[in-house]
């Protein structure tokens, strides 16, 4: 089946987000090392991106390593990193192509510095590119992002740049790193897995959820078709009746 004659371009998501998951389970299924399923899912992220230029997403954030990645095993942890340096610096020319934007949320600085300096320059050279802005979650944490945010704020108050009384949730949206962006309307999940491990939690305080069985290097631009229609088919009430909207 074809989704992608079945989404309705006048009214996609302006911004997805994505915790691509399944990989080590992947490479498992197929008799192979963890790092053979995160080299397999790149191919999907290629896909996933390319998908979201054809049908005019502004936003696609990716969750790529959480700060709770950092648990796993070095030699994991090591090639994790080689891979990104490799596929970032592979991928400029086709981000530039494809008018893509790159950009990211998390702690940069706590990434090894090879890997810092390729996301920066790669972050330079696609900073004019007006078509899709792609948001890599690198070494990203939810709570922490919040927690800074809240550090921030109670600085600005203490220095007289902010008044308490005008925290809202529109100021505290301007403190996060995901300020020049709007909140994702869809949150998929790969993998079968049913939860959250800490992204965006502010952020998807109303997105609608997805949930794919698939592990995400089976995952390509048609599943996200297929998500987009599915939640196209939702109705998305924001605490009113149907008859209200
Ligand atoms: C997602 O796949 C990629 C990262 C978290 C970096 P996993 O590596 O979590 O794969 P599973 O969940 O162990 O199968
Ligand atoms: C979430 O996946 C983080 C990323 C996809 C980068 P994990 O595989 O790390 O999540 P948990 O540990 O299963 O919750
Ligand atoms: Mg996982």
């Not at 890997?115 to 922490?144: D, I, R």
């Amino acid at each position: 089946m074809d989704y992608k004659s079945q989404i309705n371009i006048s009214e996609v998501p302006s911004h997805v987000a994505i915790i691509m998951d399944g990989n080590g389970r992947w490479a498992k299924k197929h008799g192979k090392p963890r790092i053979f399923g995160h080299k397999n899912g790149v191919l999907s992220v290629r896909s996933v991106v390319e998908g979201a230029g054809e049908i005019g997403l502004k936003y696609l954030t990716l969750y790529a390593f959480s700060t709770e990645n950092w648990k796993r095993p070095k030699v994991e942890v090591a090639a994790l990193m080689q891979l990104l340096v490799a596929t970032i610096s592979n991928e400029v020319s086709a981000l530039n192509k494809n008018n893509v934007r790159l950009l990211t949320i998390g702690d940069l600085k706590s990434l090894p510095g090879n890997c810092e300096k390729e996301l920066q320059k790669a972050m330079e050279k696609t900073k004019n590119n007006t078509g899709l802005s792609l948001v890599l979650a690198l070494s990203y944490s939810s709570k922490s992002e919040i927690i800074n945010a809240v550090k921030s704020i109670s600085k600005d108050v203490s220095e007289d740049k902010l008044k308490v009384e005008e925290i809202s949730d529109k100021v505290f949206d301007t403190y996060l790193d995901t300020n020049l962006m709007n909140d994702p309307e869809l949150l998929i999940r790969t993998s079968g897995e049913y939860r959250l491990s800490n992204f965006l939690l502010w952020q998807i305080a109303y997105a609608e959820l997805y949930f794919s069985d698939k592990f995400w290097p089976d995952f390509t631009k048609e599943d996200l078709f297929e998500a987009i229609v599915d939640y196209q088919n939702r109705e998305r009430r924001f605490g009113m009746t149907s008859e209200q909207l």
